[in-house]
């Protein structure tokens, strides 16, 4: 499984960031699979922020879900972050993510990460 994150680099204050992540290797629809994103602040550890899974429900960090809306295109095999409202403080890598439960066994996928700058 490969994940590409996509997106705009730089967003201003009190705008909404998206970002796209490009799956291939498997099928977002595929049962047993959860697609997430996590961030990384400057300095900070890893915040894991929502997912959705297979069959499109959706989950979400209780300190981020006022703001947070993640959803999927499967025609293009891809899901979508959304974070509103945004200020510098959600300055952070963002990492597109997924894992695949089986039986009592879990495999864990990242994609390369991409850099968001909340500035005026």
């Known amino acids: 499984v490969q994940l590409q994150e996509s997106g705009p680099g730089l967003v201003k204050p009190s705008q909404t960031l998206s970002l796209t992540c490009t799956v291939s290797?498997?099928?977002?629809?595929?049962?047993?699979?959860?697609w997430g994103w996590v961030r990384r602040p400057p300095g900070k550890g890893l915040e894991w922020m929502g997912a959705?899974?297979?069959?499109?429900?959706?989950y979400y960090s209780p300190s981020l879900k006022s703001r947070t809306s993640i959803s999927r295109d499967t025609s293009k095999n891809e899901f979508t972050l959304q974070l509103s409202t945004v200020t510098p403080e959600d300055t952070a890598v963002y990492y597109c993510?997924?894992?695949?439960?089986?039986?009592?066994?879990?495999?864990?996928?990242w994609g390369q990460g991409t850099q968001v700058t909340v500035s005026s």
């Open positions: 290797g498997a099928s977002i629809t595929t049962s047993s699979y959860a």
């Open positions: 959705i899974i297979y069959s499109g429900s959706t």
């Open positions: 993510v997924s894992s695949y439960q089986y039986g009592s066994s879990r495999d864990d996928y």
